[in-house]
C-alpha cells in the first residue's frame, strides 16, 4: 500500500493538477478508440537496400492504395501512377518533369498530396500527425490541412499562402516534404523479420535506414548474429563474414564502409594461395575493376574458409555439449589421399586448399594466423560504425517478439518428429520452447558486453545459433559449408531441416508453438522468414489454415532463381492481414522514367470479423495501464 502511495505521489508530480489527469484520461481514450495503426512485415533483406527502401516508399503497395481510395474515378491510372512515383522518389521525380510543370502543376499536386496525408491521418490523433510533419513548413501545411473549403475568406487565405510558397520558390521543398510526409503515415510500424546482413551490397545502408525510421522492431536472422558476434569478439564468427563477403564480392563492406584493414589478411593469402575455381566469388562481373582483383578475392577466400574451419574445430574441442563433434571434417580428411570420411563413407575431395593446415594437428593455427586474427579481431571490436551499427542491432532486436497476438521469429521453434518441443541439453541444465529462446537471447546479450573475451561460453554460443542443431535461427541438422566447397556429390550438400519445416504445416503444431509463448486467441499468427517460398515449385507462403506466414521471399538477388519472385511483406491494418508478393526491383530510374513500380500481387491472409481499435493492440494494453494508474490516482487525491 505504502509504495503505491508512493508511485502515486510521483505521478502526481508529473501531472501537478486535477485537471491535467483528466485531460490526459480523456485523451488516452480517446487513442484506445482510434483504429490500430498499420504495421509492415519485412524479412531476409540481405543487403539489397534498394529493394528495401522502395518497399519503404510504397509502404508495400499502400500508397498506391490510398491513392486509389482518394481518387478512385477523378484520376486515370496512367495519373495515379505518376502521382505514386512522385510520392516514392520526390526530388528525382521533380527532377525528371521540371521542364514540363507550371503553377497550375503545383497548385494542383499540393492539393492531392495534402487530400493524400488528411487521408491517411485520418487513423492518428493531431498530435501524432503534428509529430509526423516534417519542421521545415509544419506551419504551412497544417494551416493547409485543416482548411474549411467551404469557407471563401479562407479560400483566399490558402490561395495566399501557396501563391506566396511558388513566389519564394519553395514548391519543390514543399512538395518534396509532403511526399516524405505520406510515405510515414501510411505505416506506422515495421518488423523486420531477422536477416539484414550478407549476400547483398549494402547491409550498412539498410541499418542506417532503420535507425532513421519513426517505429521499428528487429528479429535476429541468422545473418545477424555472426556480424553481432563479430563485434562481441568472436574470431569464428568473424572469419565466417569474412568469408561470406568474399564470397559474394562483397569485401568492401568490411573494408570500406566498416573502415577495417583487410591488408594482412590479403598478404598472407597472396603467400599460400592460388586461383581455385570453387572459391571464385560469386559472378557479379560488372564490379570487377580487374582480373587481378579478381584473384584476390579468390586467395582471401581461401584462406578465410581454412581459418573458419581451423577455428571451428577448436571451438567444437572446447565445447563437447554443443555436440558437433562431426563437424570435424578437417580432422577426419586424409590429406595424402585427399579424401573425408562422413557419416563412415569416404569422399574425394576437390579443389583443395590446405596448404596452412597441418595433417598431424589440422585445427592449429601459425603463428603468423593467430596474429592476422589478433589484428582483425582488434579492428572489428574497434570499428566505430560497426559497433553503432550491432549496437543498434542488440538495443532494438530480441530472439522472437509477441506483438498484437502474434509471434515473430526468424527461424523456428526446434521440434522433435512427433511434434513435441526438443530440449537443447547443456551441463548446467536444459532448454526448449520459450525457454530456449530466452536462454540464447540472454546468452546474446552478456556475450556482446565483454568483446575482449573471445572463448567463453557465451561468445561460442553465438556461432551455435548461426549452425547449431537446436539454433532456432538455423533450424537444420548441420552447416555443410566444408562439403559445398570440396566435395562433387551434391548428396553431401543436402541440409536436414528441423522437424519443425514439415509439421509447420499443421494447424495443430502451430497452435501449440503459439500456447508456448502464451497466445491463445484464434486470430494469432506465426511470423517466419529464413526459408525462401519457392513459388515456382507451388510452394505457398500461407501455412496451418492461415496461421502461419513464412515472408522470405528472397530479396537476395542470387537467390531470385529459386524462388520465383522477389519477395513477400505483410501488412496488418485495422481490417486484418494481407500478405504481398514482389516483382524484382529493377532501378529507381525505372519507377522515375516508366512510373514502374514492382507489381504487387496482394493475397488477404484473414479479415477479422471485427475492425481491430487501438485497444486491441499491444500498444492498447499499456495504454490501458497508464489509464488504470491515472483513475487510481484520480481516486486518491484528497479533493
Ligand atoms: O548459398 P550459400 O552462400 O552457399 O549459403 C548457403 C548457406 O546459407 C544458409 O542457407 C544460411 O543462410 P540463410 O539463413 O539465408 O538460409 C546455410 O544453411 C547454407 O549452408
Ligand atoms: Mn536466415
Redesign the pocket.
Known amino acids: 500500500m505504502e509504495e503505491q502511495n508512493k508511485y502515486l505521489d510521483l505521478l502526481y508530480k508529473q501531472y501537478k493538477n486535477k485537471e491535467n489527469i483528466i485531460s490526459e484520461i480523456i485523451n488516452l481514450k480517446a487513442i484506445q478508440n482510434l483504429p490500430k495503426g498499420t504495421e509492415h512485415f519485412v524479412s ?1 533483406l ?1 543487403g539489397e537496400f534498394n529493394a528495401f527502401q522502395h518497399l519503404l516508399r510504397n509502404g508495400s503497395g499502400n500508397v498506391k492504395e490510398k491513392i486509389n481510395d482518394v481518387f478512385n474515378n477523378e484520376l486515370t491510372d496512367k495519373e495515379k501512377q505518376i502521382l505514386a512515383s512522385l510520392i516514392y522518389y520526390p526530388e528525382q521525380k521533380l527532377k525528371h518533369i521540371e521542364k514540363l510543370i507550371d503553377t497550375n502543376w503545383y497548385r494542383q499536386t499540393i492539393d492531392q498530396l495534402i487530400r493524400l496525408i488528411k487521408f491517411s491521418a485520418s487513423k492518428y490523433t493531431r498530435s501524432k500527425l503534428r509529430k509526423s510533419l516534417p519542421k521545415r513548413f509544419s506551419y504551412i501545411i497544417e494551416e493547409l490541412l485543416y482548411q474549411v473549403k467551404t469557407n471563401t475568406d479562407k479560400k483566399e487565405y490558402y490561395n495566399q499562402i501557396i501563391s506566396d510558397v511558388l513566389t519564394l520558390k519553395q514548391g519543390n521543398a514543399l512538395i518534396i516534404d509532403l511526399c516524405y510526409t505520406i510515405q510515414r503515415l501510411v505505416i506506422d510500424h515495421l518488423h523486420v523479420v531477422g ?1 539484414i546482413y550478407d ?1 547483398g551490397p549494402e547491409p550498412d545502408k539498410i541499418i542506417d535506414a532503420l535507425i532513421d525510421y519513426h517505429s521499428v522492431d528487429i528479429q535476429w ?3 545477424d548474429i555472426i556480424w553481432i558476434g563479430a563485434a562481441a569478439g568472436s574470431p569464428l564468427c568473424m572469419m565466417n563474414i569474412i568469408r ?1 563477403s568474399a ?1 559474394y564480392n562483397n569485401l568492401d563492406i568490411i573494408e570500406d564502409t566498416y573502415g577495417i584493414n583487410l591488408r594482412p589478411l590479403l598478404t598472407y593469402a597472396e603467400k599460400y594461395y592460388l586461383d581455385n575455381e570453387a572459391f571464385r566469388p560469386k559472378p557479379t562481373p560488372e564490379t570487377y575493376s580487374s582480373k587481378e582483383e579478381l584473384l584476390e578475392t579468390t586467395k582471401m577466400h581461401q584462406a578465410a574458409a581454412i581459418l573458419q574451419f581451423k577455428l571451428e574445430e577448436q571451438l567444437v574441442q572446447r565445447r563437447p555439449e554443443f555436440d558437433m563433434d562431426h563437424r570435424k571434417l578437417l580432422s577426419h580428411t586424409n590429406f595424402d589421399q585427399l579424401t573425408v570420411s562422413i557419416k563412415g563413407k569416404e569422399h574425394p575431395l576437390t579443389n583443395t586448399c590446405f596448404m596452412t593446415v597441418n595433417p598431424d594437428k589440422p585445427s592449429v593455427l601459425t603463428p603468423e594466423e593467430e596474429e592476422i586474427i589478433e589484428r582483425l579481431m582488434q579492428n572489428f571490436i574497434h570499428s566505430e560504425k560497426l559497433k553503432r551499427h550491432t549496437d543498434f542491432l542488440v538495443k532494438k532486436g530480441n530472439m522472437y517478439l509477441v506483438y498484437n497476438d502474434n509471434l515473430l521469429i526468424h527461424g523456428c521453434v526446434p521440434l522433435n518428429k512427433d511434434g513435441s518441443l526438443k530440449e537443447f541439453k547443456l551441463t548446467d541444465g536444459s532448454y526448449k520452447g520459450k525457454e530456449l529462446l530466452d536462454f540464447f537471447e540472454t546468452s546474446l546479450r552478456k556475450a556482446y558486453t565483454c568483446p575482449e573475451t573471445y572463448d567463453d561460453f557465451n561468445t561460442d554460443l553465438l556461432w551455435y545459433l548461426w549452425s547449431g542443431e537446436n539454433s532456432s535461427l ?1 533450424g ?1 541438422k548441420e ?3 566444408f562439403e ?1 566447397y570440396f566435395i562433387e556429390d551434391k548428396s553431401t550438400h543436402i ?1 536436414e531441416k528441423n522437424a519443425y519445416y514439415t509439421l509447420r504445416e499443421n494447424e495443430e503444431t502451430i497452435s501449440f508453438i503459439l500456447s508456448e509463448f502464451g497466445l491463445y486467441k484464434d486470430d494469432s499468427h506465426l511470423i517466419n522468414g ?2 525462401p517460398v519457392k513459388e515456382i515449385k507451388g510452394e505457398t507462403p500461407i501455412k496451418a489454415g492461415g496461421k502461419m506466414l513464412v515472408i522470405d521471399g528472397g530479396f537476395s538477388k ?1 537467390y531470385q532463381k529459386t524462388t520465383g519472385i522477389a519477395g513477400y511483406t505483410l501488412l496488418y491494418n485495422s481490417y486484418g492481414m494481407q500478405l504481398v508478393a514482389h516483382k524484382p526491383f529493377s532501378s529507381v530510374e525505372e519507377v522515375i522514367l516508366q512510373n514502374d513500380d514492382i507489381v504487387s500481387i496482394k493475397r488477404i491472409v484473414d479479415r477479422p470479423v471485427e475492425r481491430k481499435y487501438v485497444r486491441d493492440t499491444t500498444i492498447g494494453s499499456s495504454l490501458q495501464g497508464q489509464i488504470n494508474d491515472l483513475t487510481k490516482l484520480l481516486n486518491y487525491l484528497p479533493y
Open positions: 531476409d540481405h536477416d549476400r536472422g541468422n545473418h561470406i564470397r538455423f537444420k552447416m555443410t559449408t559445398r541440409e529464413h526459408t542470387p
